[in-house]
C-alpha cells in the first residue's frame, strides 16, 4: 500500500491551496491506496477524517506537522494538539502518553540545533523523503535515519495539487484505519519512496 503521509489543506494549513476532495482526487490520479493529513500545529478530529474518507471512498489518515524549536515533526497517533507542543521536550511527554509516534520531518531545514546523536532519545525516525526537498537534502535523512530505531517515512508535503504523491511511504501490511496504521509504523514493516 503506497500512502502519502505528508500533505496539508486548506482546512487547518493556510499555506495550502488544497481541499480534502482535491487531495484525495491528486492521490487517487497517482494510483495511491491512502493519506495521512498532516496540518501545520492541527489536528483533525478523528469523525472528521472518517466522513472525508467515508464521502470519497478513499483512505484518509491523520497526523500533524507540529513546529517545535528544532523545527517541524511528524506526529501519528496523537490524541489531540496542544499549544505546549511547541517545546520538544512537552511533545514527546504528550506524544509517549497517547502511543503515539514522532518523526522529524525534512531535517535538513532544522532551524534550531541538535546533535544527532540526540535524534534517537527525541524521536521514531526521519522523513527521508520529502517531495519538496531535493536529492542531497533527502541522502541527508538516510543517513539521520540509519541511526534510528524505524526507517524513515516519506511524503509529498503536498500544498497543491502536482505535489500530491511525489514521495509516499509503502506498507507491507493493509493499512484500514488510524489504529493498524499506527501498528505498521511501529512494526517498521514500510519504506519510503519517490514515485
Not at 511528524?74 to 502511543?99: C, I, K, N, S
Amino acid at each position: 500500500m503506497l500512502i502519502d503521509l505528508h500533505c496539508h489543506t486548506k482546512v487547518h494549513s493556510a499555506c495550502s491551496a488544497l481541499t480534502p476532495e482535491a487531495l484525495v482526487r491528486a492521490a487517487q490520479a497517482r494510483g495511491l491506496a491512502g493519506v495521512c493529513i498532516t496540518e501545520h500545529d492541527a489536528l483533525w478530529s478523528l469523525e472528521a477524517i472518517e466522513r472525508v474518507a467515508a464521502e470519497m471512498d478513499f483512505l484518509v489518515l491523520r497526523g500533524m506537522e507540529v513546529t517545535t524549536e528544532v523545527g517541524h515533526v511528524l506526529v501519528f497517533g496523537a490524541r489531540d494538539h496542544h499549544p505546549a507542543m511547541a517545546t520538544l521536550d512537552e511533545l514527546r511527554l504528550r506524544v509517549r502518553d497517547d502511543g503515539a509516534l514522532m518523526y522529524l520531518a525534512h531535517p535538513s531545514r532544522r532551524y534550531g540545533t541538535m546533535p544527532p546523536d540526540d535524534l534517537s532519545s527525541y524521536f521514531d525516525s526521519v522523513e527521508v523523503q520529502n517531495g519538496t526537498e531535493g536529492m542531497l537534502q533527502n541522502d541527508q535523512a538516510v543517513h539521520l535515519a540509519r541511526n534510528l530505531r524505524l526507517p524513515g517515512i516519506g511524503g509529498s508535503d503536498s500544498h497543491s495539487v502536482r505535489e500530491v504523491g511525489v514521495c509516499a511511504t509503502e506498507f507491507e501490511s493493509i493499512v484500514r484505519d488510524e489504529r493498524s496504521f499506527v501498528g505498521a509504523l511501529r512494526a517498521g514493516a514500510y519504506r519510503a519512496r519517490r514515485v
